[in-house]
Every structure is written in C-alpha cells, then in structure tokens.
Nanobody, 124 residues
Framework: QVQLVESGGGLVQAGGSLRLSCAAS????????MGWFRQAPGKERDFVAG????????DYADSMKGRFTISRDNNKKMVYLQMNSLKPEDTAVYYC?????????????????WGQGTQVTVSS
C-alpha cells in the first residue's frame, strides 16, 4: 500500500512559478510510475506529467511541455512538479498519483494510488 501527500500549492501571479511536492509512504516506490493530474472546476481530470519507475523517463501533456518539469527522488520517496510561466488556465487542484507499473500512463483510471490534491490558483 502506498499513501501520497501533496504540498506546495498556493496563489501565484501569472508568469510566476510553483513547485509541487508529493511524499510517498510505503515499502515500494522506486518501480512505480508516478504522475501528476489536475482538475479545474467543472472540468474533467487531465493528465499533466508522468515519470516512469527506475529509468525516470518522462511524459508531458502538450500544453505543459517546456513549462513544467517532473522529477523524482527515489531515496526520499518524493515526486516533484516544477511549474514555470504559469497561466490563469493552470488554475486547478493538482493530484499526485502512482501506479504499480514502471511505464507512465496518461489515463487516471490506470493509477492505483492518489493523493488528496493541492490547490493551485494563478491570478491574471
């Protein structure tokens, strides 16, 4: 069993940056692919970025490429999402997720563990 806890959300002006963190607990972490998703009010949950287990290869939604960077520290059981050049449309609750596979998936239904979410609000 893995528990995930996000932190680092908040209010930021457009063009600013935030770094989200996800702390994982449990015996197994390194082999798991990890992802970040987000959900804005009235909208579906969307894939943001993912990082594979072991090799740490990454995948990004097109609108995040060049602005967001996902990383992980397996020793600390942490996953990070560095978000730069933030836009008002990035406002959402951001969720950390883990799956019992090494390969990243863009589908939330293929993740086994979820955090409680952290709010990111970008003002114009």
């Amino acid at each position: 069993q893995v528990q995930l806890v996000e932190s680092g959300g908040g209010l930021v002006q457009a063009g600013g940056s935030l770094r989200l963190s996800c702390a994982a607990s449990g015996r197994t972490f390194t082999p798991y692919a990890m992802g970040w998703f987000r959900q804005a009010p009235g909208k579906e949950r969307d894939f943001v970025a993912g990082i594979s287990g072991v090799s740490s290869s990454t995948d990004y939604a097109d609108s995040m490429k060049g602005r967001f960077t996902i990383s992980r520290d397996n020793n600390k059981k942490m996953v990070y999402l560095q978000m730069n050049s933030l836009k008002p449309e990035d406002t959402a609750v951001y969720y950390c997720a883990g799956r019992q596979r090494r390969v990243v998936s863009r589908y939330g239904s293929e993740y086994d563990y979820w955090g409680q979410g952290t709010q990111v609000t970008v003002s114009s």
